[in-house]
Every structure is written in structure tokens, then in C-alpha cells.
């Protein structure tokens, strides 16, 4: 049987890009100082969908360097901020710039497409 730890686990080691768990403590620095394009994901243990894009998402070849985990559950901070009403949501960071939320299925050529139209966004402060 697979726990959600579990789920983290193989989701990482089968990871074609790295993943990182931030919070309300640290995600902000981490995010300014990080090169090239972040995806940020705001997810929790309680939510199927969540955890299908935990198992998932790293295997996909988004064009994103890495992919930043947040625990919604623990992190209130964030997810206010961030104005997350659903999840799993995702964010694009680039360079330390905000370039908004993606709104799309979490499906390969739907994210693909959704990054892309992200890019072209003027980029904003991190909220």
C-alpha cells in the first residue's frame, strides 16, 4: 500500500527535473534566489488530485528547472498570499519575477501551452 510519503519518495527518485518542499519560511528567499523557472505547486496530503501530481508531474518534461512543493495545509502564510483557492494550483516563477497562475489540466500538452502563454505574461513581484 502506498502512503502519501511513499508517493513523495518514488516521485522523486523518478524525477527528471528536482523538486524542493518549500514554506512559509523559507519559499520567498528560495524563490528570489533561484535561476530560471520555478513551478510553484501548492498541493495537500488530503487531495487525490494532488497526489496524482505529486506521482506525476516530475516525470514530465515541462521546460521548468525545477519544481517547488508547498504543503497547503501547513504553509497559511502562502496560500494566502498566493490567493490559492483550489489545488492542486500552480504558479511560474522565473528569474525571482511572479509571472501568475496556470490554469490548465494537468495533462503534458495542456501545462506545455499554459507555461508558454506564462513566458509571454509581464513579470510582477512575488506577492
Known amino acids: 500500500m502506498n502512503t502519501p510519503d511513499a508517493i513523495h519518495l518514488t516521485s522523486l527518485v523518478d524525477s527528471i527535473v528536482p523538486s524542493l518542499e518549500l514554506t512559509d519560511f523559507d519559499a520567498d528567499r528560495r524563490l528570489l534566489e533561484l535561476p530560471g523557472r520555478s513551478l510553484l505547486i501548492f498541493t495537500s496530503t488530503g487531495c487525490a488530485s494532488c497526489r496524482w501530481a505529486r506521482r506525476e ?10 519544481l517547488c512543493w508547498v504543503d497547503a495545509a501547513e504553509n497559511g502564510g502562502l496560500v494566502q498570499r498566493y490567493g490559492v483557492f483550489h489545488l ?18 494537468l495533462r503534458l500538452a495542456e501545462l506545455t501551452d499554459a507555461l508558454s502563454q506564462a513566458r509571454r505574461r509581464l513579470p510582477e513581484e512575488l506577492p
Request: hydrophobic fraction near 50%; aromatic fraction near 8%.
Open 57 to 66: 508531474l516530475p516525470q514530465m518534461a515541462l521546460g521548468v528547472d525545477r
Open 88 to 105: 492542486p494550483s500552480l504558479f511560474l516563477i522565473e528569474e525571482g519575477q511572479f509571472l501568475g497562475a496556470l490554469h490548465a489540466p
